[in-house]
């Protein structure tokens, strides 16, 4: 397993933006390279759902379809982030946001209890 860490959270209103950013702070070398790696979100009293993933290296991403065109994954190698990037947030977007990784296969990769490594997440909330 292995200790990630999000940040960027906060409130915002309907339309806004944010970008997370997630980091594994005791890992040694370049997580993105060797992790399949994604973003998921838990709204209260709701199941935690996959909002977007990216293979090792960056190649390869998907969302979940009620993000797609709003939100995008990207892994900054150089500074160690995994990033998400939201715009025209809606309050339905509102959730624990948590990063989360595994190792290859990636296979099913929106699909949480496929991972092994989560953060402790970040709290996104939206208003009307």
């Known amino acids: 397993q292995v200790k990630l860490a999000e940040s960027g959270g906060g409130s915002v209103q309907a339309g806004g933006s944010l970008r997370l950013s997630c980091q594994a702070p005791?890992?040694?070398?370049?997580?993105?390279?060797?992790?399949?790696m994604g973003w998921f979100r838990q709204a209260q009293g709701k199941e935690r759902e996959g909002v977007a993933s990216?293979?090792?290296?960056?190649?390869?991403?998907y969302y979940a379809a009620s993000v797609k065109g709003r939100f995008t994954i990207s892994l900054d190698n150089d500074k160690n982030t995994l990033s998400l990037e939201m715009n025209d947030l809606k309050p339905e977007d509102t959730a624990m946001y948590y990063c989360?990784?595994?190792?290859?296969?990636?296979?099913?990769?929106?699909?949480?209890?496929?991972?092994?490594?989560w953060g402790q997440g970040t709290q996104v909330t939206v208003s009307s």
């Open positions: 005791e890992y040694i070398g370049r997580i993105g390279r060797s992790y399949c």
């Open positions: 989360a990784a595994k190792r290859p296969p990636c296979v099913e990769t929106l699909l949480a209890g496929t991972y092994s490594s």
């Open positions: 990216t293979y090792p290296g960056g190649d390869g991403t």
